[in-house]
C-alpha cells in the first residue's frame, strides 16, 4: 500500500476490514501448513546417514585391500616389463644393424650410389600429371630425387649414361627442359 498525499508520511494507513480478514486467513493457513522443525529428530537422521557412508568406505577399503594376493602386484609389474622388453625388440630400431638407416627422401645419396649417378635439373610442362612423369623416368632408370622446388624444378638421379637419358627426356612432349 502506498501513501496517499493526504496522509502524513510517518504513519501507517489503515486497512480495511475486508484486507484484516483476508490476512488473517492467509497467517492461520502458513501456520498450519508448516509442521514445526523439530531439531534433534532432523539431527538423527543426518548423523544416521554419515554413519552409513562412512561404513560403505569402510567396506569398500576392506573388499579393495583383501581381494588380491600378494604375488598380484609382482606378477603386474612383470607383464609391464615384458611389454615393455617386446616393444623395444619390435618397434624400435636396431642399431647394430647397418641397413637399418633411414634416409629421407632428397638426403645425399651414399657415395657408391652417388658416383654412379648423374644429377639432372628437369622442367615438365604445367599439363603434365605423376603419372605421367613416372611414365617418362621410368625406362631411363632415373629417380626422383628432389622437386617440385618454386620455380617448377625436379632434380632427378640418372645413372652414368646421361646424355642419353637427356637425349631421351628432351624428345618427350611434356618435358620443357633438361640440364645438368
Known amino acids: 500500500m502506498t501513501n496517499t498525499p493526504s496522509q502524513p508520511t510517518g504513519e501507517?494507513?489503515?486497512a480495511s476490514p475486508g484486507e484484516i480478514?483476508?490476512?488473517d486467513r492467509i497467517?492461520?493457513?502458513l501456520e498450519g501448513a508448516a509442521p514445526p522443525f523439530d531439531h534433534e529428530?532432523?539431527?538423527q537422521r543426518v548423523a544416521a546417514r554419515i554413519d552409513a557412508e562412512r561404513e560403505w568406505d569402510r567396506a569398500q577399503n576392506r573388499r579393495s585391500q583383501g581381494g588380491r594376493p600378494w604375488w598380484w602386484a609382482l606378477m603386474a609389474y612383470g607383464m609391464g616389463a615384458a611389454t615393455a622388453a617386446i616393444l623395444m625388440t619390435v618397434v624400435a630400431p636396431e642399431p647394430w644393424r647397418a641397413d637399418t638407416a633411414v634416409v629421407p627422401l632428397g638426403a645425399e645419396e651414399s657415395t657408391a650410389k652417388a658416383a654412379a649417378r648423374v644429377r639432372l635439373q628437369v622442367v615438365f610442362s604445367d599439363q603434365a600429371t605423376l603419372a605421367q612423369v613416372r611414365a617418362a623416368l621410368s625406362p631411363i632408370d632415373a629417380e626422383i630425387v628432389a622437386g617440385p622446388g618454386r620455380l617448377g624444378v625436379w632434380t632427378i638421379a640418372v645413372?652414368?649414361?646421361?646424355?642419353?637419358?637427356?637425349?631421351?627426356?628432351?624428345?618427350?612432349?611434356i618435358v620443357e627442359s633438361v640440364s645438368r
Not at 642419353?164 to 624428345?171: D, I
Request: glycine share 0%; proline share 11%; no cysteine.
Open 21 to 23: 480478514q483476508w490476512l
Open 41 to 43: 529428530r532432523n539431527w
Open 12 to 14: 501507517r494507513p489503515s
Open 159 to 173: 645413372p652414368a649414361s646421361a646424355d642419353e637419358a637427356e637425349k631421351v627426356l628432351r624428345a618427350l612432349p
Open 27 to 29: 497467517r492461520q493457513q
